[in-house]
């Protein structure tokens, strides 16, 4: 129920939602997971590239299998972080609550079946 009665409901003129609100629109959302993907995957290049330097440097291939260990997980993240989604409001419905109208299938009678 709204709190200016029934005839105000939110969104509608006489109770406006508030801009502080709303949400960022999917573009926006979409266009800051891409960013942040492409900011993690910047630096897995890079870092092969530096493992070869590395190796030229110092001719330890520890420390050059190091980082590229540390590069192998950077695509997992970045796909993990791309794909989050921002945190879901308290005022968001939730798909299960904990009820159940139906009984359960074993409490149901068996059928027979009289040929």
């Given at each position: 129920?709204?709190?200016y009665g029934a005839s105000h409901e939110e969104g509608s003129p006489g109770?406006?939602?508030l801009i502080t609100e709303a949400e960022a629109s999917f573009e926006d959302q979409h266009r800051a997971r891409v960013r942040k993907y492409l900011t993690i995957m910047v630096f897995r290049?890079?870092?092969l590239i530096f493992a070869a330097i590395a190796?030229?440097?110092w001719a330890n291939p520890w420390v050059s299998m190091g980082i590229i260990a540390l590069s192998i997980p950077l695509p997992w993240a970045a796909v993990l972080i791309?794909?989050?989604r921002p945190p879901r409001r308290a005022?968001?419905?939730s798909r299960y609550d904990g009820r159940s109208?139906?009984?359960a299938l074993e409490s149901q009678r068996p059928y027979t079946i009289d040929g």
């Open positions: 129920m709204a709190r109770n406006p939602v290049f890079p870092a190796y030229g440097i791309a794909n989050d005022s968001e419905p109208d139906a009984p």
